[in-house]
Antibody, heavy 123, light 108 residues
Framework: QITLKESGPTLVKPTQTLTLTCTFSGFSLSTSGVGVGWIRQPPGKALEWLALIYWNDDKRYSPSLKSRLTITKDTSKNQVVLTMTNMDPVDTATYYC???????????????WGQGTLVTVSS | EIVLTQSPATLSLSPGERATLSCRASQSVSSYLAWYQQKPGQAPRLLIYDASNRATGIPARFSGSGSGTDFTLTISSLEPEDFAVYYCQQRSNWSPFTFGPGTKVDIK
C-alpha cells in the first residue's frame, strides 16, 4: 500500500523560504519509472501543479514558479523535499505530494496523494 | 500552457440522477486527461486516467470519454458519496501539468 505524508511549518512570514518534506512508504524512489510530485491548493480554489522529481533525478517545474522552487530526493530516507523561496501571502495553500509512475497504470498520473498540509503566509 | 475549462461550475442534482461534467482543453491533449474527485477536507482521488480508464477501486458508475480537446465525465446514477468537486488534469508532453477550475456537484 502506497502512502505519503507532508510535513513542514504551518506558518511562514513573507519573504521567508518554505521547506516541505514528503515522507512516503510502499514504493522506492530508486525504482525505475517512479516519481513524486507536489501540487498546491489555495483555500477554496483550484489545484496547481508545482514540481515533479523522478527516480533518475529528472526534475520538472511549473514555469511560472520555477525560479522559486527546488525539488530534491533522499532515497535512503524515502523523502522528497520541496523548497519555495520568497513566500508571499498568495502562496497560502494546502500543499500535497503525490506518487506517479511511468511503468504501470495509471501511467504518469498522480495517484495516490498525501493528506496535505496547510501553509499560511502571514507576518 | 494548456488551459482547461470545466463546465458547469456547479451541478445541482438529486441522488439517482445522471451527472455529466465537461472539460475542454485550449489545444489538443490527445487522450492525456484525468479526472479527480475531491471531498471537503480530503485530498483529491484519481477517478479516471487517459480519458476513459477507471483507476483501481473506482465504481463502474464513473466513466470518462473524449479525446483531443473535449472530454466528459459521467456518473450514471449519483450516490450520496458522489457529491464533491471534480477536477480534470492534462499531462501533454509539450505543456506543464495543468488542472481545470473544477465542477462542484451538489445536492439539489
Amino acid at each position: 500500500q502506497i502512502t505519503l505524508k507532508e510535513s513542514g511549518p504551518t506558518l511562514v512570514k513573507p519573504t521567508q523560504t518554505l521547506t516541505l518534506t514528503c515522507t512516503f512508504s510502499g514504493f522506492s524512489l530508486s525504482t525505475s519509472g517512479v516519481g513524486v510530485g507536489w501540487i498546491r491548493q489555495p483555500p477554496g480554489k483550484a489545484l496547481e501543479w508545482l514540481a515533479l522529481i523522478y527516480w533518475n533525478d529528472d526534475k520538472r517545474y511549473s514555469p511560472s514558479l520555477k525560479s522559486r522552487l527546488t525539488i530534491t530526493k533522499d532515497t535512503s530516507k524515502n523523502q522528497v523535499v520541496l523548497t519555495m523561496t520568497n513566500m508571499d501571502p498568495v502562496d497560502t495553500a494546502t500543499y500535497y505530494c503525490a506518487h506517479s509512475t511511468t511503468v504501470t497504470p495509471p501511467y504518469n498520473w498522480f495517484d495516490p496523494w498525501g493528506q496535505g498540509t496547510l501553509v499560511t503566509v502571514s507576518s | 500552457e494548456i488551459v482547461l475549462t470545466q463546465s458547469p461550475a456547479t451541478l445541482s442534482l438529486s441522488p439517482g440522477e445522471r451527472a455529466t461534467l465537461s472539460c475542454r482543453a485550449s489545444q489538443s491533449v490527445s487522450s492525456y486527461l484525468a479526472w479527480y474527485q475531491q471531498k471537503p477536507g480530503q485530498a483529491p482521488r484519481l477517478l479516471i486516467y487517459d480519458a476513459s480508464n477507471r483507476a483501481t477501486g473506482i465504481p463502474a458508475r464513473f466513466s470518462g470519454s473524449g479525446s483531443g480537446t473535449d472530454f466528459t465525465l459521467t456518473i450514471s446514477s449519483l450516490e450520496p458519496e458522489d457529491f464533491a468537486v471534480y477536477y480534470c488534469q492534462q499531462r501533454s508532453n509539450w505543456s506543464p501539468f495543468t488542472f481545470g477550475p473544477g465542477t462542484k456537484v451538489d445536492i439539489k
